[in-house]
């Protein structure tokens, strides 16, 4: 349920977060950029389609993200007796799950973001995984892990 979930919601919602990256992206300059025109640009310049651009790594990442989550979250929790499941526990229980599941998944989101910046417009995903690994190595798949896991853990 959660992994069919999360593909649904992460096809629906992608344009909104391929915009939010291209807005917090200056381009040429200028900063101020809506996000009325940033729709309208793209579909000018390209397609509609590419407001989806970065779907696959964003579904690599939110299907298997959220069903290893709640797999996770109910291995940790089997293991802990009824009568111990205070709100501080189940809330520790789901930090574990959802850090575990971030490590996992997170190289997905940097190839996402990667894919919906401007910088990598004539890049596929597979080109921007090799990019990467070529320039960073494998530590470069988990540049900003950091600032999610603190988003993500509380």
């Known amino acids: ?3 069919t979930s999360a593909f649904i919601t992460t096809t629906l919602y992608q344009p909104l977060d391929f915009l939010k990256t291209q807005i917090q992206e200056p381009k040429n300059g200028i900063s101020k950029r809506s996000i009325r025109s940033i729709t309208q640009h793209t ?3 390209y397609s509609a389609f590419r407001l989806w651009r970065g779907l696959t790594p964003s579904l690599f990442r939110a299907v298997p993200g959220s069903a290893l989550y709640f797999h996770l979250l109910n291995l940790v929790k089997e293991k802990i007796p009824k009568k111990k499941q205070t709100f501080l526990v189940n809330g520790l229980c789901g930090a574990l ?3 575990a599941a971030d490590l996992v998944v997170f190289p997905f989101t940097l190839i996402k973001a990667r894919l919906e910046s401007s910088r ?3 890049m596929s995903m597979i ?4 990019h990467v690994y070529s320039t960073q190595g494998l530590k470069g798949f988990y540049i900003g892990l950091l600032p999610t896991l603190a988003r993500d853990l509380p």
Request: glycine residues 12%.
């Open 97 to 99: 799950a959802r850090g």
């Open 43 to 45: 579909i000018k310049q």
């Open 1 to 3: 349920a959660g992994a």
């Open 120 to 122: 990598y417009t004539t």
């Open 127 to 130: 080109t921007v995984i090799q």
